[in-house]
Nanobody
Framework: EVQLQASGGGLVQAGGSLRLSCAAS????????IGWFRQAPGREREGLSC????????????SVKDSVKDRFTISSDNVKNTVYLQMNSLKPEDTAIYSC????????????????WGQGTQVTVSS
């Protein structure tokens, strides 16, 4: 059974940084993608970024690219089966529950394409 554990959230002042981690276990396929998502109160879950396991290719969702570009960076450590989301210059509008999810094969910009989800971690940015 695939298990994903997101961690690293917290309370930070505007302009601060956080690094989220997503530790994956229990999977048997070697071609997969892990994505980061967030859901703010009263809003739908939205995709942020994704990284593929085979070549480390990264993908940032078009709909949020302008808001997170140059501030959020996704990376991975395949030895540790862990994906990171480095978030810099945080803004109050980044406040949300951040979750990670996995799918076989390549990244997708559709939230529904990801079948294995971890419990989210709360990120709160104060002004």
């Amino acid at each position: 059974e695939v298990q994903l554990q997101a961690s690293g959230g917290g309370l930070v002042q505007a302009g601060g940084s956080l690094r989220l981690s997503c530790a994956a276990s229990g999977f048997t396929f070697d071609d997969y993608a892990i994505g980061w998502f967030r859901q703010a109160p009263g809003r739908e879950r939205e995709g942020l970024s994704c990284i593929g396991s085979k070549d480390g290719s990264t993908y940032y969702v078009d709909s949020v690219k302008d808001s997170v570009k140059d501030r959020f960076t996704i990376s991975s450590d395949n030895v540790k089966n862990t994906v990171y989301l480095q978030m810099n210059s945080l803004k109050p509008e980044d406040t949300a529950i951040y979750s990670c999810a996995m799918r076989e094969a390549r990244c997708s910009d559709r939230v529904s394409a990801f079948l294995s989800w971890g419990q989210g971690t709360q990120v709160t940015v104060s002004s």
